[in-house]
Each structure stands twice: as C-alpha cells, then as structure tokens.
C-alpha cells in the first residue's frame, strides 16, 4: 500500500496500510476474498485442484513463507506447528455485491444507466456508448444490450 500511495500524487487519499483499506471497505459491506497465489504467478490456491497443496505443481515453490526460527522436523523433533503465512495473497472483490452497492442508490442507479436511456444520436461523442466500438457490441450482442 505505501509503494502505490508513493506512486501517486501527494494529495491522494489512498491508505498507506491493509488496516486503514479495511476500515474503509468493511462499513461499504462490500466482501473481500483473499486468495493465496503462487510466489511465481502461475497458478491460484483454490478450487478442487489446488486448495489443498502446499507447493506448486509447475515450479514446485512453497505456498508458505519459511520462517527462520521454524525448528520443526528438523532431526525428526516434532512440534506443533503454528499458523502458516501465505507467501503471496490476492485480495479479490467480487463484482456482483460492487454492482448491487452502485444501484442501491436511486440516484445513482439513474447516473449509471445515462448511457442508455439519455443517449443523444447526434453523432457527437459524448460517452463511450456513443462511439463506434459501442455501437458495434451492440449489434452483435441485441438482446444484451437492450
């Protein structure tokens, strides 16, 4: 969080910790999934095929950080391990509770529905639903879009 708060200008308004990106999601009512990853990037830890893995099945990495006080099974000493820390997590929104939290508002659900119900045909680009691109998803996908 610090580095994308350096990243931008002085003025903004990003928290610079997970802590404080809580306290401003958690009262949204908004759900967050976090998702271990692969340290390399490849694959994610869940569904049926990766849940339950503790490494990589394609660069064989650890799914875990190793700690450095860690002493279990080492000579054989077993020890109750503690909680194991992820070494890469994603932090994932859903889209669908985002969307019923945008339209919750009447006003701006209506906001959100300009592009289609207060459309101008005048050729003049206005809004991304004016241009070609747009025009084009339209006829391809009708009962979509009307």
């Given amino acids: 969080m610090k580095i994308m708060k350096k990243m931008l200008t002085r003025a903004n308004k990003l928290p610079t910790t997970t802590y404080e990106a809580k306290q401003v999601v958690c009262p949204l009512g908004l ?10 990037d490849c694959i994610l830890y869940r569904w049926e095929e990766y849940e339950n893995l503790d490494a990589c099945p394609i660069y064989k990495a650890s799914r875990y950080k190793i700690r450095r006080d860690d002493s279990s099974n080492v ?14 997590v994603i932090w994932y929104a859903p889209i669908t509770p985002r969307s019923k939290s945008l339209f919750k508002n009447k006003d701006n659900a209506k906001l959100l529905r300009c592009h289609k119900e207060d459309r101008k045909v005048n050729n003049m680009l206005r809004h991304p639903a004016d241009g070609a691109q747009w025009r084009a998803i339209d006829r391809e996908f009708p009962r979509v879009c009307r």
């Fill in 75 to 88: 000579e054989g000493e077993e020890r109750p391990s503690r909680k194991k820390i992820p070494a890469k």
């Fill in 31 to 40: 759900e967050i999934q976090k998702i271990h990853a692969c340290p390399n």
